[in-house]
């Protein structure tokens, strides 16, 4: 088909595409983002287009649904790249491959023969008639039917049921429908990337490979983007592992032929649905059908990856692994939001609400989901890449020669090689990534001074945001040659007058963060590009806080270093760092940031440094720059220093149990509660410093360092138990009681303080003060009663026979 000769205005961001089958023209191209100039043709463009209304035109609102339910041109989606999907007996056909699995029967005849010993030694197989071994045979029969029964009934609750073209071209109109009404703007992609995707998809297809799509997650609406996408594509639909929490009346049956694969949120001691599992992603890879699974597991509540979970992800890594798989195509996938739908109950989560049951009314709720303006929706993809060629490069740097045996691989080298994968993700994921104009808005509007802000610095700060997050190798959404004004007033549109204020009547607009808490998760979607500028300012903090001339803020390198080191090691779970290693990072950070003209780093006649301080322009234009990197890391550091306060007040008191836990869960939330305490009486700059999963993140560390020790239940529905651990407990003064400010943990609390933010509402000068202790205790006591209160074993019955002590150990001493 040739290309559209009606021109087209850049606003209102019409298809770079179009497709008929397996044919696709692009329209005019260019490149999105990184460090050179912006000035060329635009090839990002809106691969969705408005969809018409019945009301305002219902003749072609008609004859849309008639071309999506006759399947006419590309709404037909007859020829896709990859695998047949969408036809009559599709799911018997998978069925009949899953029970098929040499995997899956050898694990059905071992568990029938270890429950067939058991009976025997039970003396149930006792018989009046017949020899033994005739009993054993008939009864070895009845265990196998049983078992494959259970599996039959797994499967249905589990597979998808991709099997009606005309279903899945009108759950296509529908979601296309909903999709384009909350985000008016459209779903956005990269010409030059979807082409690749389309050339990658077609060379799998001809080897029968599978691509996995792993993208991040911030929205249930990552998923419906994606699957549009594959269609509009022309690409085989990849079957998306879904939580069965998703699987409510009306929602799960749709979402189950459209693709969804169901999967219990714990497995728990049940070998043989894990198996299950593991023949059914066999199977879908053997066959070359496409799949998705997110690489955080649950959505992030907080704006910026998580950490990558490997339930899924060691499913794949065993398929190829173990040969059952020859290789499969790993698809890194971006999807960043002017405004994600969930957002308001993320907050209410974060701050210790419970989190709600899914159900299909609030999903399309939210005041309604079918009149929301929220924007547009970018969709990246990196480069694919080949799974075997991964795992054979990871087996070539282990220290004994394995050759091409991955059977050979211990348990600890598996778990290297999937850790290694998931970060490798994660990277190329924030490497993709398209900073959106309201997380640019946001992190501007969070990182400056003062209560408010005009909108000619918010416009100054932006142009300078926009070129750092190009200078990192970052990508900022286009603007379509709009002036910077319009791209502010458009995205402060989009966030809401609930999330940013302006005040009427000044010299000119003046904007004020209304809820910060929500608005920190825009300003997250930035913070990796920055992270180890962040760092290193922090660490610099501990010098300029002092005040003083510019000789007394200037702190020796190996200060600064090791000061770097353990904020490193503090967040090593919280942020994602460039691969390179720490000192490579460092030095480069500090070549940029005064290449940048914010630091002055004086070396000696070798070039080794010898102190860094801020430089004269730096002092000169009011440390904005500084500042910025600050502000991005300084609620973190609070929420660290925060729960290492809360486990000072977790020594036990003089006349308690030598051994005393406490749950870990009402630990966390108690330390919300001193959090929010301390922030309204002053304490705490930072409200964000109460975030729940920041919390969560920091007693995993505390974990991994050995200051606190966890122990886990045998009996899964029983809450894991903690206590300090002895060598990191507090010393109380005989006499008194009171806690003794020395020791492991209150230097270690110490030292993320000397990161902290000095706030102007302290109300003396220690960064621990006897009242914040007091109140720290406070809480600890109130654990220990009901540690201790007339149902202990709801709380704490646990002991070296009931509980299984799990001390992580890993990571930097201090």
């Given at each position: 088909?040739?290309?559209?000769?009606?021109?087209?205005?850049?606003?209102?961001?019409?298809?770079?595409?179009?497709?008929?089958?397996?044919?696709?023209?692009?329209?005019?191209?260019?490149?999105?983002?990184?460090?050179?100039?912006?000035?060329?043709?635009?090839?990002?463009?809106?691969?969705?287009?408005?969809?018409?209304?019945?009301?305002?035109?219902?003749?072609?609102?008609?004859?849309?649904?008639?071309?999506?339910?006759?399947?006419?041109?590309?709404?037909?989606?007859?020829?896709?790249?990859?695998?047949?999907?969408?036809?009559?007996?599709?799911?018997?056909?998978?069925?009949?491959?899953?029970?098929?699995?040499?995997?899956?029967?050898?694990?059905?005849?071992?568990?029938?023969?270890?429950?067939?010993?058991?009976?025997?030694?039970?003396?149930?197989?006792?018989?009046?008639?017949?020899?033994?071994?005739?009993?054993?045979?008939?009864?070895?029969?009845?265990?196998?039917?049983?078992?494959?029964?259970?599996?039959?009934?797994?499967?249905?609750?589990?597979?998808?049921?991709?099997?009606?073209?005309?279903?899945?071209?009108?759950?296509?109109?529908?979601?296309?429908?909903?999709?384009?009404?909350?985000?008016?703007?459209?779903?956005?992609?990269?010409?030059?990337?979807?082409?690749?995707?389309?050339?990658?998809?077609?060379?799998?297809?001809?080897?029968?490979?599978?691509?996995?799509?792993?993208?991040?997650?911030?929205?249930?609406?990552?998923?419906?983007?994606?699957?549009?996408?594959?269609?509009?594509?022309?690409?085989?639909?990849?079957?998306?592992?879904?939580?069965?929490?998703?699987?409510?009346?009306?929602?799960?049956?749709?979402?189950?032929?459209?693709?969804?694969?169901?999967?219990?949120?714990?497995?728990?001691?049940?070998?043989?649905?894990?198996?299950?599992?593991?023949?059914?992603?066999?199977?879908?890879?053997?066959?070359?059908?496409?799949?998705?699974?997110?690489?955080?597991?649950?959505?992030?509540?907080?704006?910026?990856?998580?950490?990558?979970?490997?339930?899924?992800?060691?499913?794949?890594?065993?398929?190829?692994?173990?040969?059952?798989?020859?290789?499969?195509?790993?698809?890194?996938?971006?999807?960043?939001?002017?405004?994600?739908?969930?957002?308001?109950?993320?907050?209410?989560?974060?701050?210790?609400?419970?989190?709600?049951?899914?159900?299909?009314?609030?999903?399309?709720?939210?005041?309604?989901?079918?009149?929301?303006?929220?924007?547009?929706?970018?969709?990246?993809?990196?480069?694919?890449?080949?799974?075997?060629?991964?795992?054979?490069?990871?087996?070539?740097?282990?220290?004994?020669?394995?050759?091409?045996?991955?059977?050979?691989?211990?348990?600890?080298?598996?778990?290297?090689?999937?850790?290694?994968?998931?970060?490798?993700?994660?990277?190329?994921?924030?490497?993709?990534?398209?900073?959106?104009?309201?997380?640019?808005?946001?992190?501007?509007?969070?990182?400056?001074?003062?209560?408010?802000?005009?909108?000619?610095?918010?416009?100054?700060?932006?142009?300078?945001?926009?070129?750092?997050?190009?200078?990192?190798?970052?990508?900022?959404?286009?603007?379509?040659k709009l002036p910077t004004e319009t791209v502010v007033d458009r995205a402060l549109e989009v966030l809401g007058p609930q999330l940013?204020?302006?005040?009427?009547?000044?010299?000119?607009?003046?904007?004020?963060?209304?809820?910060?808490?929500?608005?920190?998760?825009?300003?997250?979607?930035?913070?990796?590009?920055?992270?180890?500028?962040?760092?290193?300012?922090?660490?610099?903090?501990?010098?300029?806080?002092?005040?003083?001339?510019?000789?007394?803020?200037?702190?020796?390198?190996?200060?600064?270093?090791?000061?770097?080191?353990?904020?490193?090691?503090?967040?090593?779970?919280?942020?994602?760092?460039?691969?390179?290693?720490?000192?490579?990072?460092?030095?480069?950070?500090?070549?940029?940031?005064?290449?940048?003209?914010?630091?002055?780093?004086?070396?000696?006649?070798?070039?080794?440094?010898?102190?860094?301080?801020?430089?004269?322009?730096?002092?000169?234009?009011?440390?904005?720059?500084?500042?910025?990197?600050?502000?991005?890391?300084?609620?973190?550091?609070?929420?660290?220093?925060?729960?290492?306060?809360?486990?000072?007040?977790?020594?036990?008191?003089?006349?308690?149990?030598?051994?005393?836990?406490?749950?870990?869960?009402?630990?966390?939330?108690?330390?919300?509660?001193?959090?929010?305490?301390?922030?309204?009486?002053?304490?705490?700059?930072?409200?964000?410093?109460?975030?729940?999963?920041?919390?969560?993140?920091?007693?995993?560390?505390?974990?991994?360092?050995?200051?606190?020790?966890?122990?886990?239940?045998?009996?899964?529905?029983?809450?894991?138990?903690?206590?300090?651990?002895?060598?990191?407990?507090?010393?109380?003064?005989?006499?008194?009681?009171?806690?003794?400010?020395?020791?492991?943990?209150?230097?270690?609390?110490?030292?993320?303080?000397?990161?902290?933010?000095?706030?102007?509402?302290?109300?003396?000068?220690?960064?621990?003060?006897?009242?914040?202790?007091?109140?720290?205790?406070?809480?600890?006591?109130?654990?220990?009663?009901?540690?201790?209160?007339?149902?202990?074993?709801?709380?704490?019955?646990?002991?070296?026979?009931?509980?299984?002590?799990?001390?992580?150990?890993?990571?930097?001493?201090?």
């Amino acid at each position: 088909m040739p290309p559209d000769k009606t021109p087209v205005d850049d606003r209102e961001s019409a298809p770079d595409l179009e497709i008929v089958g397996d044919q696709v023209t692009f329209h005019p191209t260019g490149f999105t983002g990184g460090p050179e100039q912006q000035n060329g043709p635009i090839t990002e463009r809106n691969l969705v287009r408005h969809m018409a209304r019945f009301r305002q035109n219902p003749l072609d609102f008609l004859r849309e649904v008639s071309l999506h339910m006759s399947g006419t041109g590309w709404r037909a989606y007859d020829d896709v790249i990859g695998q047949p999907i969408f036809y009559s007996g599709f799911s018997e056909n998978i069925k009949s491959h899953i029970l098929g699995s040499p995997l899956l029967q050898d694990k059905v005849n071992e568990l029938a023969e270890t429950r067939l010993t058991v009976e025997e030694k039970e003396g149930l197989l006792a018989t009046k008639t017949g020899t033994l071994q005739q009993k054993r045979t008939q009864r070895r029969g009845e265990l196998k039917q049983s078992l494959e029964d259970v599996v039959g009934s797994m499967m249905d609750n589990m597979i998808c049921k991709m099997e009606s073209k005309r279903f899945i071209r009108g759950a296509y109109y529908l979601c296309t429908q909903l999709l384009t009404r909350a985000y008016h703007q459209g779903i956005h992609v990269s010409s030059e990337e979807v082409l690749r995707l389309r050339s990658v998809a077609e060379e799998a297809a001809k080897k029968k490979q599978s691509i996995v799509f792993l993208p991040c997650h911030k929205s249930h609406v990552d998923y419906v983007s994606l699957q549009l996408i594959c269609y509009r594509l022309g690409i085989g639909l990849p079957v998306v592992v879904a939580g069965d929490n998703l699987n409510i009346p009306l929602l799960g049956p749709f979402l189950q032929h459209a693709g969804a694969m169901w999967i219990r949120r714990s497995f728990g001691n049940d070998p043989l649905y894990h198996t299950v599992v593991q023949a059914y992603i066999d199977t879908l890879l053997q066959q070359g059908f496409n799949f998705e699974c997110f690489i955080e597991g649950g959505r992030s509540r907080t704006g910026k990856l998580l950490s990558p979970k490997f339930g899924i992800l060691s499913f794949i890594v065993d398929s190829v692994l173990s040969g059952r798989v020859e290789d499969t195509i790993i698809c890194p996938v971006s999807t960043q939001y002017d405004k994600v739908i969930e957002t308001e109950s993320y907050i209410s989560e974060l701050l210790g609400q419970p989190k709600r049951k899914e159900n299909l009314a609030d999903l399309l709720s939210s005041s309604s989901v079918l009149s929301l303006r929220l924007g547009r929706v970018d969709v990246r993809f990196q480069q694919p890449w080949s799974l075997r060629e991964f795992i054979t490069q990871q087996m070539s740097r282990m220290p004994r020669q394995l050759g091409s045996n991955s059977q050979a691989l211990s348990y600890t080298e598996r778990g290297r090689i999937l850790r290694t994968l998931g970060y490798r993700v994660l990277s190329d994921i924030n490497n993709v990534s398209v900073m959106m104009p309201t997380a640019l808005v946001g992190t501007v509007l969070l990182t400056l001074r003062g209560r408010g802000v005009g909108k000619g610095e918010v416009v100054r700060r932006l142009n300078w945001l926009c070129e750092h997050v190009r200078m990192k190798g970052g990508r900022v959404a286009h603007f379509y040659k709009l002036p910077t004004e319009t791209v502010v007033d458009r995205a402060l549109e989009v966030l809401g007058p609930q999330l940013v204020g302006i005040v009427p009547g000044l010299v000119e607009p003046t904007y004020y963060a209304v809820d910060r808490f929500q608005l920190s998760f825009y300003r997250n979607m930035t913070i990796h590009l920055f992270i180890t500028e962040a760092l290193v300012s922090a660490a610099m903090y501990t010098r300029i806080k002092q005040g003083g001339g510019p000789a007394n803020q200037r702190i020796p390198y190996d200060e600064l270093s090791g000061q770097v080191t353990f904020l490193s090691q503090l967040f090593r779970g919280e942020f994602i760092f460039p691969p390179e290693g720490f000192t490579t990072n460092l030095e480069r950070t500090l070549a940029g940031l005064e290449k940048d003209d914010v630091i002055q780093v004086t070396r000696d006649a070798s070039g080794a440094p010898l102190f860094v301080e801020l430089s004269a322009s730096e002092r000169q234009c009011g440390r904005e720059n500084y500042d910025f990197y600050c502000f991005l890391i300084w609620p973190f550091i609070e929420a660290s220093w925060l729960g290492a306060v809360s486990l000072l007040g977790l020594t036990p008191p003089s006349d308690s149990q030598k051994y005393l836990w406490v749950d870990l869960k009402k630990t966390q939330d108690s330390a919300q509660v001193l959090g929010k305490t301390l922030y309204h009486q002053g304490d705490l700059s930072y409200f964000e410093a109460v975030n729940k999963e920041a919390l969560k993140n920091a007693y995993q560390r505390f974990a991994e360092e050995g200051i606190i020790l966890v122990a886990k239940s045998k009996e899964s529905r029983k809450a894991p138990m903690m206590k300090l651990a002895p060598e990191w407990t507090p010393e109380r003064d005989p006499a008194t009681g009171r806690l003794l400010g020395r020791g492991r943990l209150w230097d270690f609390t110490e030292m993320i303080a000397k990161s902290r933010r000095e706030g102007k509402n302290r109300r003396d000068g220690a960064t621990v003060s006897s009242r914040v202790m007091a109140m720290s205790e406070v809480v600890g006591c109130q654990l220990f009663e009901k540690a201790t209160g007339p149902n202990p074993s709801e709380d704490s019955d646990v002991s070296t026979r009931q509980m299984r002590r799990k001390d992580i150990t890993t990571g930097a001493k201090l």
